[in-house]
């Protein structure tokens, strides 16, 4: 089955620094990935929507400058947190998403817990 | 505005019970109904989906029921055990070919008690 692969499983930052997060479709061309970003018992909150080779689509109130995406191929995508600061601290997920034809729905890794210091 | 309400937001239920979930939706275009279990620090990971050509689909304990006209779905967990014991998301999208977005429920803490 279609393998989403993301790291660091938890990283620890001081305030100010910048923490980079890699999400991987291992057996799949990911024409489209998605980060989310989920505070404590509550639901999935999308950040944004990356295309290979595009500008991602940021959603209302998710700052461009501070988190930073490129998906820079098929199967790589990553989220840049720029001068990271504690309230940043959350636990983020990519998605991925293969073809559509080829029948492929959205498949998560197993997500990065942020703390900043 | 939130687009697929779950219900309920906690469920306790006893092992060798069943576990219903229920979601309904807003959107007439959503095509593709999965259901997502997630366990603590992990990712959610998908244990069953349907289109809307059928109203049930079944695999192993876990069965879909879908309402096309009530825009209604529900998640059945049969047998229910305490490794079940997980949040629960079930979600929306369209399916076809574009950069659609699941649309998540709000989530139901699941508890399956021995």
């Known amino acids: 089955g279609a393998v989403v692969s993301q790291h660091p499983s938890r990283v620890i930052c001081k305030s100010g620094t910048s923490v980079k997060i890699e999400c991987r479709s291992l057996?799949?061309?990911?024409?489209?990935m998605f980060w989310y970003r989920q505070f404590p018992k509550q639901s999935l909150m999308l950040m944004a929507t990356s295309n290979e080779g595009s500008k991602a689509t940021y959603e209302q109130g998710v700052e461009k400058d501070k988190f930073l995406i490129n998906h820079a191929s098929l199967t790589l995508s990553t989220l840049t947190v720029t001068s990271a600061h504690p309230e940043d601290s959350s636990f983020y997920i990519c998605?991925?998403?293969?073809?559509?034809?080829?029948?492929?729905?959205?498949?998560f890794g197993s997500g990065t817990r942020l703390t900043v210091v | 505005q939130q687009q697929v309400k779950q219900s309920p937001q906690s469920l306790i239920v006893q092992k060798g019970g069943i576990s219903i979930i229920n979601c309904a939706y807003e959107n007439t275009a959503f095509d593709y109904f999965p259901w997502y279990q997630q366990f603590p620090g992990k990712g959610p990971a998908l244990l069953i989906a349907i289109r809307p050509d059928v109203s049930e689909k079944k695999e192993g304990r876990f069965t879909i029921s879908f309402n096309k006209s009530a825009k209604q779905f529900s998640l059945h967990i049969m047998d229910s055990q305490p490794g079940d014991s997980a949040t629960y998301f079930c979600?929306?999208?369209?399916w076809g070919a574009g950069s659609y977005q699941l649309t998540f429920g709000k989530g139901t803490k699941l508890s399956v008690i021995p």
């Open positions: 057996d799949f061309q990911a024409t489209t």
């Open positions: 998605s991925a998403r293969g073809p559509q034809g080829a029948g492929y729905g959205y498949t």
């Open positions: 979600a929306a999208s369209v």
